[in-house]
């Protein structure tokens, strides 16, 4: 992956972020307060998203580093291991 596309990729899941923490507070908080069972779970899974994407940020932050002697080679492997993760989990 080139680093534009990498940028890109980032900022879109970093915009998706704020609006998925601003959705799942606002259905949590309607929901336990009007007790409306349909919009917890509805919030519930906007945290879920949430959580994703948090791991893509850290991961795409973490892919991005240079060499160091743990990892001469880079750190490009942990981006396969991030989508081979978000295979298994949807
Ligand atoms: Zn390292």
Redesign the pocket.
Known sequence: MTKESRKEILNAVAFGLIINILLATLKLSFGFWGNAQALVSDGVNSLSDVFISIMILAVLKLAT?K?????PYG?EKYEGLLYFLLGIIF
């Open positions: 580093k060499p160091d002697h743990d990892h750190h």
